[in-house]
C-alpha cells in the first residue's frame, strides 16, 4: 500500500510518514520540484504513475492546488486528508470548540485555512479535513511548540507565558498516529485534534521545561486571556499529561 504526502519538507508530515510505515503503508512524498502544483496533467500523471491508495494533503500550497488534489482524488476514488489548522476560528471563539462551530477567522493565514477548507468540500465531499492544534515536538529546528521556547529565551532571555490562555496542542507523534487511524479507520468529514484538555499555556510551558531538564526562564503572564481548546468526540487522542508532569491550579 503506499500514501502521497505533500508537506515532506515541513513539521507534520515527516512523523506522519513514519507511523504510515508502521502499518505497511509506503509514504511517497510529492516533491515540488518535480510535480507541479498549478498544472494539472503533471499532477494527474503523478497521482497515476503512484497509483496511492491514500492521499494526505499536510503542505501549505494555494487553496487552488487543495481544490484539485481533492477533485483529483474524488475522480481516482482515492481517500483524502487535509490538515487543517485551530486557526481558523478567531479570538471571540470560545472554546471548548467542537467541529460544528462555524470558523470565522479574517487574518490571512486563518482566512487561507477557510478557503482550503471551502474549496475542498466543494470538490470532495468524501474528504476527511482534520484541524490541527500546536503540534509540540521534541527539540527546536521546526514550526513547533519547541522551536517557538526556544526562540523566546535566545532572542529575550525570558520566556513569558500566559496562565489564561488554553491552547490547543498535542505532541507530534500523537497527532500523527490520530491522522493515521482517521485516515484508514474513519469516514468522510471534519474532525478536530486536541491534547490539551485543561491545561495553561504557562503550566505546559513549565511541564516541557521540567520533561527535557532545561534552564529556561519561564515568566506567569496574565495575557492572552483565551480558550483555544478543540473537542470532538469522534476521536480521541492522548492528553499531553501523558508525556508531561502536569498538575492543574
Known amino acids: 500500500m503506499k500514501a ?20 505497511g ?12 502544483t498549478s498544472k494539472e496533467e503533471e499532477m494527474r500523471h503523478f497521482i ?8 494526505l494533503h499536510i503542505g ?7 481544490g484539485a488534489l481533492a477533485r483529483l482524488c474524488a475522480e481516482y476514488q482515492i481517500p483524502f486528508l487535509f490538515t487543517s489548522t485551530v486557526s481558523v476560528f478567531s479570538d471571540q471563539v470560545t472554546g471548548p470548540i467542537p467541529p460544528e462551530t462555524s470558523p470565522d477567522a479574517e487574518d490571512e493565514y486563518g482566512h487561507y485555512k477557510r478557503d482550503c477548507e471551502e474549496v475542498i468540500f466543494s470538490n470532495n465531499s468524501s474528504a476527511q479535513i482534520v484541524r490541527l492544534g500546536w503540534q509540540i515536538g521534541n527539540e527546536a529546528g ?29 505532541f ?9 487511524e482517521i485516515l484508514t479507520m474513519h469516514g468522510p468529514g471534519l474532525y ?22 532545561l534552564d529556561w526562564q519561564i515568566e506567569c503572564v496574565d495575557l492572552p486571556k ?24
Open 4 to 23: 502521497i504526502l505533500t508537506g515532506m519538507n515541513g513539521t507534520v508530515a515527516p512523523v506522519v510518514a513514519r507511523e504510515l510505515l508502521q502499518h
Open 25 to 36: 503503508i509506503e509514504p511517497v512524498a510529492w516533491d515540488r520540484e518535480k510535480v507541479s
Open 48 to 55: 497515476e504513475e503512484v497509483n496511492p491508495n491514500y492521499f
Open 60 to 66: 501549505m500550497g494555494p487553496a487552488e492546488w487543495a
Open 142 to 170: 521546526s514550526n513547533n511548540m519547541m522551536d517557538y521556547f526556544v526562540n523566546e529565551m535566545k532572542q529575550n532571555g525570558v520566556i513569558s507565558a500566559s496562565d489564561h490562555w488554553y491552547p490547543s496542542c498535542s
Open 172 to 180: 507530534l507523534e500523537d497527532t500523527a498516529s490520530a491522522l493515521v
Open 192 to 213: 478536530h485534534l486536541n491534547g490539551n484538555t485543561r491545561h495553561t499555556f504557562y503550566e505546559i510551558a513549565v511541564g516541557l521545561k521540567e520533561l527535557h531538564n
Open 226 to 249: 483565551q480558550d483555544h481548546r478543540m473537542i470532538d468526540s469522534k476521536i480521541s487522542i492522548p492528553s499531553i499529561t501523558k508525556r508531561l508532569s502536569l498538575h492543574t491550579k
